[in-house]
């Protein structure tokens, strides 16, 4: 199973701030999205769930076009905000957060959603007491994880994280990682990482896309793309990476 993205543009107010992104996300790999910091990221991620709409109809899944409504189609593609505290509700305890995205499972029971909710808030490293307290009284890292939580429950086909691991220490960041690892292979969807961290992308990613100034410039492999790179920029974060590595 594939998600397209065809010649997608989009304005923001009178800024053009996406031209022409073209690209693949295949079922069962991890793309990384990475570009420096106001490059566009985001903006595309929310494009490709509804939160954004582009300028035409640009996406499809498995050739047929596919119309994302923020809310409506989670369960085809779910994108982790950056901050955390934007997927949850502040008036909800953790668990109800989780338990809310699979509202639309109506074949489960209320008492199943509980503990399937509290089973992925155990997962993800929550704590029975951490799980009744609303995002408020929680830190950033633990609303993470709330949200990850949250994104998973929905069993969407595709999955976008942006910047997961900003707010996670080194510890947590290696537990939530080999957590992706486990999840992917349980429920097999299409993962697409943004970040603009090559050190902690190239190791989860199968294909890299770099992103400058709302263009695509390079999408490849990830072994092609850290040891041949062909673009100066691209050149630059793989730099980077191997000399840190
Ligand atoms: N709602 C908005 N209205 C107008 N411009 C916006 C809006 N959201 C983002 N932008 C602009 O779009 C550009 C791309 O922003 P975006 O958040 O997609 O970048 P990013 O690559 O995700 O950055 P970062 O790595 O810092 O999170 C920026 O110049 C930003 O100022």
Redesign the pocket.
């Given at each position: 199973m594939s998600f397209q993205v065809d010649n997608l543009s989009l304005s923001?107010?009178d800024?053009k701030?996406l031209h022409d992104i073209s690209f693949t996300l295949e079922r069962g790999q991890v793309t990384g999205l990475l570009?420096?910091?106001?490059?566009?990221?985001?903006?595309?991620a929310k494009a490709m769930v509804g939160i954004h709409q582009s300028e035409q109809s640009c996406l499809k899944i498995d050739g047929t076009a596919f119309q994302p409504k923020f809310g409506k189609t989670g369960h085809k593609i779910q994108y982790m905000w950056?901050d955390p505290h934007m997927a949850l509700s502040p008036f909800l305890s953790a668990v109800r957060c989780v338990e809310e995205a699979m509202e639309t499972h109506k074949s489960t029971t209320k008492v199943q959603r509980r503990e399937k909710a509290q089973g992925l808030l155990q997962q993800v490293g929550l704590t029975p007491s951490l799980m009744q307290k609303q995002p408020h009284a929680l830190s950033g890292g633990q609303c993470q994880r709330i949200a990850l939580a949250r994104a998973i429950a929905a069993r969407p086909e595709f999955l976008i994280l942006?910047?997961p691991f900003s707010a996670l220490d080194l510890v947590t960041q290696k537990n939530i990682i080999a957590l992706l690892g486990n999840l992917r292979q349980v429920y097999d969807f299409g993962l697409m990482i943004?970040s603009?961290d090559l050190r902690t992308l190239w190791r989860l990613a199968d294909k890299l896309i770099l992103?400058d100034q709302?263009r695509i410039i390079e999408d490849r492999p990830t072994s092609d793309f850290i040891h041949a790179p062909q673009h100066e920029l691209t050149k630059t974060f793989a730099s980077f990476a191997l000399a840190e590595t």
């Open positions: 923001l107010g800024n701030i570009g420096r910091s106001g490059c566009g990221k985001s903006t595309l950056q942006d910047e943004i603009h992103i709302g």
